[in-house]
T-cell receptor, first 114, second 107 residues
């Protein structure tokens, strides 16, 4: 298995500011992903974080709003830029080893935008 | 496009009663399906996957390609089964999740 940690666990931010969320995996993984879970909703994939290249974004998500970095095989960051109250969500990081068998999830970052 | 449907948002059963969580999918290829569970104050974790055809914590799920379903079942629910359950479909390397079902097992 892989253990994933996220920082911060929660934050309250002002409209118009940006927040960077960190995701650390305790072992090297092939794939890393970022999800959003809006209140009362299911998980929606934001993007796949690619090591050494630009992230692959899903429909409805753009790099300017959600820039992602992945400098190595164990670490990734997601920035939520120019935040509005609609960005209030739980943001989850996940990873798998490329064996298509299981994704491991972090504990999530609960973001509230005022 | 792939789609996962969980028609029940909430499910309440008594301890010892059977529980079944419904999941239907639409997918053009050969599906790989999973059930994930999130217990209170814990992170999301894998419960079972259809390819392994195993029983985990008394839960089983059978893939029915004719009905495009992957329902999760347990013959005798326990209080510790109270949680949020998500059905998910793997498309290439990405997971698509259903809306989730909150299960409450009452004593």
């Amino acid at each position: 298995s892989a253990v994933i940690s996220q920082k911060p666990s929660r934050d309250i931010c002002q409209r118009g500011t940006s927040l960077t969320i960190q995701c650390q995996v305790d072992s090297q993984v092939t794939m890393m992903f970022w999800y959003r879970q809006q209140p009362g909703q299911s998980l929606t994939l934001i993007a796949t974080a690619n090591q050494g290249s630009e992230a692959t974004y899903e429909s409805g998500f753009v790099i300017d709003k959600f820039p992602i970095s992945r400098p190595n095989l164990t670490f990734s960051t997601l920035t939520v830029s120019n935040m509005s109250p609609e960005d209030s969500s739980i943001y989850l990081c996940s990873a798998d080893r490329g064996r298509r068998d299981e994704q491991f999830f972090g504990p999530g970052t609960r973001l509230t935008v005022l | 496009a792939q789609r996962v449907t969980q028609p029940e948002k909430l499910l309440s059963v008594f301890k010892g009663a059977p529980v079944e969580l419904k999941c239907n999918y639409s997918y053009s290829g050969s599906p790989e399906l999973f059930w994930y569970v999130q217990y209170s104050r814990q992170r999301l974790q894998l419960l079972l996957r259809h390819i392994s055809r195993e029983s985990i914590k008394g839960f089983t799920a059978d893939l029915n390609k004719g009905e495009t379903s992957f329902h999760l079942k347990k013959p005798f629910a326990q209080e510790e089964d109270s949680a949020m359950y998500y059905c998910a479909l793997l498309n290439d390397y990405k997971l698509s999740f259903g809306a989730g079902t909150t299960v409450t097992v009452r004593a």
